[in-house]
Structure formats: C-alpha cells, structure tokens
C-alpha cells in the first residue's frame, strides 16, 4: 500500500485532563485514490490528516507514505485549507509561484509553470489580479493551482469547500475530480458533507466520535463519470446516511 496508517492513537493533554482524539486508527490507501473522511464534528477526521500530513505525531502506532515513516511535512505532499493561504500582497502569478521559490529554477521556468496551472483552473485572466480582486471560489482554484504547480504525490484537503456557496461548490467539486484523475493524485479529502463525499470519493471513511474511529469503509463503485441525481448516487448517499446511525463495535466494509 501506498499509505499505511497502523493502529494510530491521538492524545492531548494531561493524563488528568486527557482528551483521546483518535484510537487505534487502521487505514490503507493505494496510489492514485481518492479517499473522503467522513464524519461529524468532532470525529477526529482533521487531526487524522494531520497526522498523515506530518503536521502532529502520534501518541501510538505510526503512518508510512511510499514506505517511509512520516515524522514532519514533506514538499512532496500538500495541504489546501478552507481559508485559502493567499498572500494578500501577491498577485494571483505571484502566489501560484510561491512553492515554486524553494525549487532551482529559474525566473521563467517558475512563471512558466505557474501560468500552465492557472491556466489549467481557468483564471489566465485573472492572472496579475490581487486576492481581494477574487471571489471565495476563484480564491480557492487560486490554491488548488499552487499545490498543483508543485507536483505533490498526495493532496491534503480540509473541507476547503465549506464557506463557498452550493454551485461554486459544486463547480470546484468537479474541478478537483478532473484534476485528481488526469494528474493520477493521491487525495485525501475531509468533508461532513455526504453528498461531497459521494461524488468525488474512491472509497469514504465514514468515522464516529468520542473518540475518534474508524466506523466503516465504503467503496463507490459507480465510475468516474456520477451524477448527482441518478438511483445510484441517492442509494449510494442513502446508505452511508444510514451508516451513520448504526451501532458497530469494528470497522465493516461495503461496497456501493
């Protein structure tokens, strides 16, 4: 497996004041999935990709990527958050070139690239423009083309649809699904939203709360081309909907 989370436990604070964000998370994921954590507040789905992203360590087990062990951020993996990350003092150019600056190329070779993945979220245009100049959803394709000018392996996404109105969210849902697929990435993707989580993932983690586990793994077979208002897609999302009022003592596997 490209990704091998092996029974991950997350602890915070003292043991008198303890909180057990996670325990004994299993999770394999293959190269080129797109993997959704789903779950409500509180489940433990942003501290798990933290973890995966190198951004907290483990209390127990550990996380491999491509057989090594992660212990901090890799340039090879990227994260795009909910707030976007733009410098407001940049252009649209100018923050796309921003991970580009740690790579020895040269002033064209950067500029170069940077336009190919503006160009790519279809904001050429735009492209001299500042971040206030943008709307929530071009501010957001804005970060999908810095993480992408980079050529990351994998793709840490947390929920950044989730301010953005439902048709710019769903315009960016089939932009990430397109751009995942063509570029053969590795994402993992943080949603609450199960309709979301349908539409764009290989296969959901749906988890539960107090403390964080994995509850069950859903396989969406339903191909790469899914619409919204098929049987499929409404059985599929009426499924999980009822997964998530089920009771289980282990993880259980489905295929949908």
């Known amino acids: 497996m490209y990704i091998n989370v092996d029974d991950v436990s997350m602890e915070y604070g003292k043991k008198e004041t303890s909180f057990l964000a996670l325990e004994n998370v299993s999770l394999s994921i293959e190269k080129g999935e797109f993997i959704c954590l789903l779950g409500p507040s509180g489940c433990g789905k942003t ?11 483990v209390t127990k087990g550990s996380i491999q990527i491509n057989g090594k062990e992660v212990t901090k951020p890799n340039m090879k993996y990227v994260t795009i958050f909910q707030n976007y990350g733009l410098l407001p003092w940049r252009t649209i150019e100018k923050n796309v070139e921003l991970g580009l600056e740690t790579l020895k190329l040269s002033k064209e070779e950067k500029k170069k690239i940077a336009d190919q993945y503006i160009d790519m979220v279809g904001l050429s245009k735009f492209k001299e423009s500042y971040p206030h100049e943008l709307s929530g959803g071009m501010k957001q394709r804005v970060a999908i083309a810095r993480a992408l000018a980079v050529n990351p392996e994998v793709i840490f996404m947390d929920e950044p649809f989730g301010a953005l109105d439902a048709i710019t969210r769903m315009s960016l849902q089939d932009d990430v699904r397109r751009l995942s697929r063509d570029g053969k990435k590795t994402v ?69």
Not at 48 to 55: E, H, K, Q, R, V
Request: a neutral charge; proline letters at 2%.
């Open 47 to 57: 501290t798990l990709l933290n973890a995966i992203a190198g951004f907290e360590k």
């Open 188 to 256: 993992i993707f943080v949603t609450h939203d199960i309709e979301e989580a349908v539409y764009l993932a290989d296969r959901i983690v749906v988890m539960s709360p107090n403390p964080g586990k994995i509850k069950s793994i859903v396989n969406i077979r339903m191909g790469k081309q899914r619409d919204r208002t098929s049987d499929d897609f409404l059985v599929a999302r009426d499924k999980i909907f009822e997964i998530f009022h089920m009771k289980s003592e282990k993880t259980i596997e489905y295929y949908i």
